[in-house]
């Protein structure tokens, strides 16, 4: 079993909220990921971090931020949320260096904004 | 072209059935090519990774064709519990990401 935490597992906010998504993974894994997949559709990557102090953007566009200031810690930053961010938001983290970089998600934050 | 694509299907089939699918990647370089399992609004979880020679992992088995460009899954006396959406995934050369592509839906009925 994967140790990779998402909170909140379920977030429903107002337009022009600030909301913060939260995630920790206890594995050491110096990759990290944020994907976003609206229902039935595939994942798109927004952000990824290859360790500490990086952070990189995906091949979506999105008005989030992320930061890594801690190996274990990627949180995901809106600073005002709107309808159109109404997705599930994946987290992800993988091993650096290994043969087969095996990908480990967390449960995911389904985002509602009203 | 994307870089992974899938059948949609749904592939609707009875148990103990046998069910195969492929995926195309784009990127003849790619070197790691996994299967994950993603159950309806929840995370994937990884299914199996892929290796050159093929391998099966109890009723699945997975094959990977270089010439082509395709891997392909089959699962075999398929279960209730099988229905999900399989994803096709493969590396990204020279970077670390991972490239989804937008999954099978198999449907196992009684």
């Known amino acids: 079993e994967a140790d990779i935490y998402q909170t909140p597992r379920y977030l429903v906010i107002g337009t022009g909220k600030k909301i913060t998504l939260e995630c920790s993974q206890t594995?050491?894994?110096?990759?990290m990921y944020w994907y976003q997949q609206d229902p039935g559709m595939e994942l798109h990557l927004i952000h990824y971090s290859y360790g500490v102090n990086s952070t990189e953007k995906g091949d979506l566009s999105s008005e989030s931020t992320v930061s890594r200031i801690r190996t274990e810690h990627f949180p995901l930053t809106l600073e005002s949320a709107r309808p159109s961010h109404t997705s599930q938001y994946l987290c992800?983290?993988?091993?650096?260096?290994?043969?087969?970089?095996?990908?480990?998600f967390g449960q995911g934050t389904r985002l509602t904004v009203v | 072209r994307k870089e992974v694509e899938q059948d949609p299907g749904p592939f609707n089939v009875p148990e103990g059935a046998t069910v195969a699918f492929n995926c195309t990647y784009s990127n003849s370089a790619s070197q790691s090519f996994f299967w994950y399992r993603q159950d309806c609004r929840k995370e994937p979880k990884l299914l199996m990774s892929v290796y050159s020679s093929g391998n099966e992992d109890g009723r699945f088995t997975a094959q990977l064709n270089r010439a082509s460009q395709y891997i392909s899954l089959l699962i075999r006396d398929s279960k209730l519990s099988d229905s999900a959406t399989y994803l096709c995934v493969v590396n990204r050369p020279n970077d670390y990401k991972l490239s989804f592509g937008a999954g099978t839906t198999v449907t196992v009925r009684a």
């Open positions: 992800a983290s993988s091993e650096q260096g290994a043969p087969l970089p095996k990908a480990f």
């Open positions: 594995m050491g894994h110096d990759k």
